[in-house]
C-alpha cells in the first residue's frame, strides 16, 4: 500500500479527525448565512427572518453538549467491556467504528455551529437574509442530529457485544486476506537474494506496511532488485534488516522511509494480526473464569470461512513488482494464529475438540492447507485426553471421512 493512503487511512480513523471536520463545517456553515444573504428570497426573509432562529439555536446548544458527552461516555464503557470481554487488540475497533465516529462528530460539529450561529446572532451579523439562511441550515442540522441519534442508539445495542466484536475483527482480518490472497506476498515476485547489504531498522517495532511501489521504483532506477525481509506484522530491532539490497546502487534511504513502523500491529496490510485476535478471543473464552465455549464455536466458524476464502481465491501471479522479492504466507502459520490456542487449551474440551476436528477436515479439502491442516488434526488428537471412552470415540469418528463444515 502506498504509503501516503496508509498514513490518510491511520488518520482518518482517529476520532478527532472527523470530528475537527465536522466542527468545521459546523463553523463554515454558522458562518455562510451571512455570505447567502442576498441569494435569499424577499419572502423567504420576511417570514424566516425573524427571532425564531435564535430559539433554535438555542436548543441546539444547549442540549448537544450533554448528548456529546453521553455518547462519549458510552463508547468508553464500550471500549472498556470489549477490552475485558474479549481482547485489547479488539477494542480499538470500537474507537475506529465509523458510525460511532458519525455520531460523535455529527454531535460536536452541530453543538459548535449553534454557538458561533447564536453568537453572531448577538452580535448583529446576520440580517433578515441571512437569518432566513441559517434557520434553513438549522433544519437540516436538526434532521442530521435525529439521524445520527437514532443510528447511534441502535448501534449502541450491540456495539459492546461479544459476537458483534467478533464479527468486525473477522471483516478486518478479511479485507486484509483477500488483498493478500489476490495479490500474493504483498504484491512482489517469489525468490531471494543470498548476498548483498541490508537495510536495517532505524527503531523497534512492528512493521505497519510496506510501500512496494516505493521500493519497486528505487530498483529501477539502480536496475537492482530489493527482498522484503521483514513483511507486515514482522516485530523488529533497531539495526535488524528489513530488506535486503542486489547492490550498492539501490537507495538505501528510499527503501528505509517504504517500510513504516509502530508500537502495535496494524489490521491494514497485516492479514495474521486479524486471525491472531480472533485466536486470542478464542483463548480466553476457554478460560475457566469465562469457560464461554459457544464463543469458542464461532471463532472456529470464523477461522473456517476466512481461511476458505483465503484458499479459494485465485491469485494473480503476475506480480505488478517484479524487481520486488518477498515470502508468501505460511499455512501453518494461519492456522496456529487461530485456532493454536484452541488446541493448547481447548483440546480437553469435548465440545472445542469436535468443532475443531471437523472444521481441520473441511479445510483440508483445499490442497493449500492439507498439510498444515492435518498436521494440526494431529496435534489435537494427540492433546486430547478424555477418561470417557465414548467422549473418545466420538472425537475420533469427527475426523476422516465424514466431513462436516464448520463455517
Not at 18 to 30: F, I, K, P, Q
Not at 210 to 216: A, G, P, T
Not at 217 to 222: G, N, Q, V
Not at 273 to 300: P, R
Request: aromatic share 6%; net charge neutral; with cysteine.
Amino acid at each position: 500500500m502506498n504509503r501516503w493512503i496508509f498514513l490518510f487511512r491511520r488518520m482518518s480513523r482517529q476520532l478527532w479527525w472527523r470530528a475537527s471536520l465536522y466542527a468545521a463545517l459546523g463553523v463554515v456553515a454558522a458562518l455562510a448565512g451571512a455570505w447567502g444573504a442576498p441569494f435569499a428570497p424577499p419572502v423567504l426573509a420576511e417570514r424566516f427572518g425573524g427571532d425564531s432562529v435564535e430559539a433554535v439555536l438555542t436548543i441546539l446548544a444547549s442540549s448537544l453538549l450533554a448528548v456529546a458527552t453521553f455518547s462519549l461516555g458510552a463508547m468508553v464503557t464500550a471500549y472498556t467491556s470489549v477490552s475485558s470481554a474479549a481482547t485489547p487488540r479488539a477494542a480499538a475497533l470500537i474507537t475506529g467504528d465509523e458510525s460511532t465516529q458519525k455520531a460523535l462528530a455529527t454531535f460536536v460539529g452541530a453543538f459548535l455551529y449553534a454557538i458561533v450561529g447564536v453568537t453572531a446572532i448577538n452580535a448583529q451579523y446576520y440580517g433578515p437574509g441571512g437569518r432566513a439562511i441559517i434557520f434553513l441550515f438549522s433544519l437540516v442540522v436538526v434532521a442530521l442530529v435525529a439521524f445520527r441519534l437514532l443510528t447511534w442508539v441502535s448501534r449502541l445495542t450491540r456495539l459492546a457485544r461479544l459476537s458483534h466484536t467478533v464479527e468486525r475483527v473477522e471483516a478486518e482480518a478479511l479485507i486484509a486476506l483477500t488483498a493478500e490472497a489476490r495479490r500474493p506476498r504483498i504484491g512482489a515476485a517469489s525468490g531471494v537474494l543470498d548476498r548483498g547489504p541490508v537495510v536495517a531498522a532505524p527503531q523497534t517495532g512492528y512493521v505497519l506496511n510496506v510501500d512496494v511501489q516505493r521500493l519497486q521504483a528505487a530498483a529501477e532506477r539502480a536496475d537492482g532488485r530489493v527482498q522484503v525481509i521483514a513483511r507486515p506484522g514482522a516485530f523488529v530491532m533497531r539495526g535488524e534488516p528489513l530488506a535486503r539490497l542486489s547492490g550498492d546502487a539501490v537507495d538505501a534511504d528510499a527503501v528505509q522511509t517504504a517500510f513504516a513502523l509502530g508500537r502495535e500491529r496494524s489490521f491494514d496490510q497485516d492479514p495474521r494480526y486479524g486471525l491472531i485476535v480472533l485466536g486470542e478471543i478464542a483463548d480466553k473464552a476457554l478460560s475457566a473464569a469465562v469457560n464461554d465455549i459457544g464463543t469458542v464455536v464461532g471463532v472456529i466458524g470464523s477461522g473456517v470461512r476466512l481461511l476458505d476464502l483465503w484458499a479459494d481465491t485465485t491469485p494473480d501471479e503476475r506480480a505488478p513488482c517484479d524487481r520486488v522479492l518477498a515470502e508468501p504466507l505460511s499455512a501453518d502459520d494461519l492456522l496456529d494464529d487461530i485456532f493454536g490456542p484452541v488446541v493448547r487449551h481447548g483440546a480437553h474440551d469435548l465440545t472445542s475438540a469436535v468443532r475443531l476436528r471437523k472444521a481441520l477436515t473441511s479445510l483440508s479439502a483445499h490442497p493449500i492447507l492439507a498439510d498444515a491442516a492435518r498436521a494440526m488434526d494431529a496435534r489435537l488428537m494427540q492433546d486430547a485426553d478424555f477418561a470417557n471412552v465414548a467422549d473418545v470415540e466420538r472425537l475420533r469418528r469427527c475426523g476422516g471421512e465424514e466431513r462436516t463444515s464448520a463455517g
